[in-house]
């Protein structure tokens, strides 16, 4: 589905530079919930803006279905943090949704039918007609998802989709996302700075280190079974384990074998 080689970015030109990306390669499969976690400022959003075309990278390319990504693919669909910046206050929650549909001229029946079963899908059937300063945060996001998702995109980039919200409707939305893949099949590539959410959500964490980032470590998480549960799964010793691994990582870049022993991080850090 997507298909990343050798991206790097500099920002800046003459003596003020800075590499935000080192060399960064990786692939995400079609199905796949890929999460990217990293420290603050290594420059996982601008990865997703150079590998999406947003934004040409410094170096490498990217490749979305076998077609090389020059501008943003019509197949692939952005969720950002901000839903107050990302939704049009002017607009009902229909007009929002319906805003990706009106620009590929789709007719105003088709139209209201896709928004109809994309608010559905995210459990906000009901507000069809409110404006967005009359929802709460987390039903905001909803519609953000609820765009994202009218156009049945291939590929879903979400960065940082859940950091605005609290915690428990952080855990509605995860729960909603994972829904979402299951439903549509959705291919899904997304940033967050949440170890336990990318454990949680994904069949792959890539850890990135410090600027200029490269990958250091993926981690398969599928031995997590693709049935999750807030509760339950995060009781099981494979999440506990899988957390600590990302965990590890993403302090010290490596995990050696004292780690996977269980000897506590202060001893292997000493
Ligand atoms: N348009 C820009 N021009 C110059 N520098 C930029 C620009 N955008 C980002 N940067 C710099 O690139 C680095 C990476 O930024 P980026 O937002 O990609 O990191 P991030 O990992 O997503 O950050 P965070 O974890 O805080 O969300 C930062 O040092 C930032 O200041």
């Not at 970015?9 to 003596?15: E, Q």
């Not at 109809?116 to 507000?127: D, I, N, T």
């Not at 398969?220 to 049935?227: A, E, F, I, N, R």
Request: glycine share 8%.
């Amino acid at each position: 589905m997507l298909d990343v080689t050798g991206i790097s970015h500099t920002y800046g030109s003459g003596a003020k530079t800075h590499t935000a990306l080192g060399n960064i390669t990786f692939t995400v499969e079609k199905g796949e919930i890929v999460c990217i976690v990293g420290p603050s400022g290594c420059g996982k959003s601008t990865l997703l803006r150079a590998i999406s075309g947003l934004m040409p990278p410094t170096a490498g390319a990217s490749r979305f279905m076998d077609t090389p990504i020059k501008s943003v693919p019509e197949d692939l669909a952005f969720v950002f943090q901000e839903y107050s910046k990302s939704l049009f206050p002017w607009l009902t929650v229909r007009g929002n949704v319906a805003f990706p549909l009106k620009a590929r001229g789709m007719s105003r029946k088709r139209r209201n039918r896709a928004v109809e079963e994309a608010l559905a899908s995210v459990g906000l059937a009901a507000a069809v007609d409110k404006y967005p300063w009359q929802l709460s945060g987390g039903m905001q996001q909803r519609v953000a998802i609820a765009r994202a998702l009218v156009c049945e995109p291939a590929l879903l980039l979400m960065d940082e989709p859940f950091a605005s919200v609290d915690a428990q409707t952080r855990a509605e939305l995860e729960d909603l996302l994972l829904r979402v893949r299951a439903d549509y099949n959705t291919t899904v590539l997304l940033v967050t700075h949440d170890i336990d959410e990318s454990v949680y959500l994904s069949d792959r964490v890539l850890v990135l280190s410090k600027a200029p980032s490269t990958i250091v470590a993926t981690i398969d998480v599928t031995p997590l079974g693709p049935m999750r549960d807030q509760i339950t799964t995060k009781e099981t010793d494979e999440f506990v384990h899988l957390r600590g691994e990302v965990a590890r990582l993403l302090r010290y870049g490596h995990v050696d074998e004292n780690d996977r022993l269980g000897v506590p991080a202060r001893a292997v850090a000493e």
